[in-house]
Nanobody
């Protein structure tokens, strides 16, 4: 099995910064794609950013220029650096990894971490 553990959420004032981390553990051979999604109350879960094993990166228009996704292949970790945060960034943030592991290939979700942007 593969386990994902997220950390780094919290309460921050508008204009502030947070860094989210998502670490995968288990019998992992490789991670094809790593991504961050978010879900605000009453809204659908939406894509925030993705990064492939080859380094291709995609951002939602709403976070371009403010958020940066990165990865540590050796640690099977994905990060999301969030700067210039706005109240509309308030949501539960989930990491999602497309993992090749001893049992096959599967997509896994983190447990979610709350990000609240408020003065």
């Amino acid at each position: 099995q593969v386990q994902l553990v997220e950390s780094g959420g919290g309460l921050v004032q508008p204009g502030g910064s947070l860094r989210l981390s998502c670490a995968a553990s288990g019998s992992i051979f490789s991670i094809k794609t790593r991504g961050w999604y978010r879900q605000a109350p009453g809204k659908e879960r939406e894509l925030v950013a993705t990064i492939t094993n080859g380094g291709s990166i995609n951002y939602a228009d709403s976070v371009k220029g403010r958020f940066t996704i990165s990865r540590d292949n050796a640690e099977n970790t994905v990060y999301l650096q969030m700067n210039s945060l706005k109240p509309e960034d308030t949501a539960v943030y989930y990491c999602n990894l497309d993992v090749v592991w001893i049992g096959g290939r599967s997509r896994y979700w983190g447990q979610g971490t709350q990000v609240t942007v408020s003065s």
